[in-house]
């Protein structure tokens, strides 16, 4: 992805905050890669880094059969940063010991840093961290020093300064250690002597580049959903090879209130790439007919999908490439790798075999931020690039029940008043995801001294990092008001609204 000698590698042992550690890195500037442990000594010789960071784990290091780093990394020359059980597995593999059986260490702690290092360059003598471990470290390694302490971590933190080896106990990657970004960039800036130019800038200029190695004379097909991560890929793409571009937008009538036509408008009209766009509406909702089963729906939609993409893309002559808008967490969590694999990704070799086209991924090195940054870099309006999420089926999987081109239209509107209130709060940054569901559900109302018995509209709003996890927002009680009230009032055929409070995990994001 970018030159060789300046790429850190990042060995996963199955930490459930292993990309909190890439995307510290490359907030720094660093460009970095996450493989997991079982595939990083072929990747390690194949592709020597500059530096390497060993990630957390669950496992026990002196246990039988528990990961392992390549011993290859520790005769390198380069430096090396374990973290938590990485930190353990240096231990382990070059002479220290650890042990199970003692007081386990969770959660907000103390460290005190007690010999100069430049890991801890511009640190107070004093810091919090955030510890997670259950073994512990009963002799370091030959050549090591301790250079922090906690009361309940006498190895807190260690390092062979000749070697460039360095352990932590604690999680500096995630935001309860508030100066572990400081320790991470001392890692990569003044000990591997990482330069921390790699930008969107860079990225763009390169990745330009590699669509034009890739795709040479040949033509590429888009799918474009309208949301960003589609987007951005084509407009990176239509700069590269511009008119060997055609985008195929396949509008399934679940979209938000006018956002066919904005899309239509923005790709068409503004960066004049060549662009189909299907109006399917009819044919998605025919098929949704009397479907109610939330997976039953998904699959429906995805497959009519794919028969209409499949229908224009070979009309499109002489296409050999599909380009797609694949993320890097897509790419580590489809990996397979050390932790439980949470999703399937439909975006990650879910192509049909039989349209034999070869993959374009402009985006898959990304995260959903860098995605961001890039499309502002590639022109993109920001109120575009920075929308919420908004899922491959769409408004399907926001209508519980059967969904008909009338409820569409009613969750269109009050969907768009919510967004529209949220914006006028300028609370619209702040959260993660914001979108308002129809339930199957009619109440008794008064309307005008008249009776009503009318459907109740759900409004639900998140705030998180990744969407993993998911907090409700607490939002001002005004902002909710106001937005029952217009939508009350100006979306016939919902006489109540209801606001959501269920965080993720035990609830999802989606009602479906």
């Known amino acids: 992805m970018t030159a060789e000698h300046e790429r850190l590698l990042i060995i996963d042992f199955g930490s459930q905050v292993t990309q909190l550690i890439a995307r510290r890195v490359r907030e720094s500037g660093v460009y970095c890669e996450v493989v997991p442990y079982d595939k990083a000594e072929a990747h390690v010789a194949a592709r020597p880094p500059k530096a390497v960071i060993l990630s957390g784990g669950p496992e026990s290091v002196h246990l039988e059969g528990s990961p392992r780093a390549p011993q290859a990394i520790f005769e390198m020359g380069v430096p090396v940063l374990g973290i938590c059980y990485g930190e353990m597995a240096i231990c382990h593999q070059l002479g220290g010991r650890v042990e199970s059986g003692h007081d386990r260490e969770f959660g907000r702690a103390e460290i005190d840093i007690v010999t100069d290092s430049p890991l801890f360059a511009g640190l107070d003598a004093r810091e919090p961290v955030w510890m997670s471990h259950g073994d512990k470290i009963v002799a370091i390694p030959e050549g090591f020093q301790v250079i922090a302490t906690s009361p309940g ?8 300064e000749t070697r460039r080896f360095y352990g932590l106990q604690f999680h500096a ?11 991470l960039r001392n890692f990569t800036h003044h000990i591997a002597g990482f330069t921390g130019d790699w930008t969107m800038a860079s990225f763009r200029k390169e990745m330009i580049g590699k669509i034009r190695a890739q795709v040479g004379e040949g033509r590429v097909i888009c799918g474009l959903s309208g949301g960003v991560d589609s987007s951005v890929a084509a407009v990176l793409i239509h700069e590269a090879i ?6 195929v937008f396949v509008d399934t009538g679940l979209l938000r209130l006018n956002e066919a036509e904005q899309v239509v408008s923005l790709f068409r009209n503004h960066y004049n790439i060549p662009l189909v766009h299907v109006d399917a509406a009819d044919q998605f909702l025919g098929q949704l007919a009397g479907v109610s089963d939330p997976e039953t729906k998904r699959k429906t939609i995805g497959r009519v999908f794919v028969e209409i993409f499949d229908r224009e893309a070979a009309k499109v002559e002489g296409a050999t490439f599909l380009a ?5 967490p897509d790419v580590i969590e489809s990996v397979g790798g050390t932790s439980h694999v949470i999703k399937s990704h439909h975006n990650v070799g879910g192509l049909p075999e039989h349209m034999k086209l070869t993959l374009v991924e402009p985006l898959r090195d990304l995260f959903k931020d860098e995605v961001r940054a890039l499309g502002v870099e590639l022109g993109l309006p920001p109120a575009f690039v920075g929308r919420h999420p908004f899922p491959g089926p769409g408004l399907g999987i926001r209508i519980p029940g059967a969904v008909t081109a009338e409820k569409v239209a009613v969750l269109q ?29 009619k109440t008794v109302g008064v309307m005008g001294d008249a009776r009503t018995y009318e459907d109740v509209c759900a409004l639900r709003a998140v705030t998180s990092t990744d969407g993993m996890t998911a907090d409700f927002y607490e939002f001002p009680w005004e902002v909710l008001g106001r937005t029952a009230t ?15 409070i269920t965080s993720k995990p035990p609830g999802t994001i989606e009602w479906e």
């Open 486 to 500: 217009r939508i009350i009032n100006e979306v016939r055929g919902v006489n109540r609204v209801v606001y959501d």
């Open 242 to 247: 511009g008119e060997q571009l055609t985008c």
């Open 153 to 160: 971590s006498p190895y807190a933190a260690i390092a062979d």
């Open 413 to 441: 509107k009050a969907d768009a008043i919510y967004l529209e209130e949220i914006r006028a709060a300028g609370l619209y940054d702040k959260i993660w995801q914001a979108f308002a569901v129809l339930l199957p559900v």
């Open 173 to 183: 990657e995630v935001a309860h250690t508030p100066r572990g970004a400081t320790m």
């Open 324 to 328: 797609q808008g694949t993320l890097y």
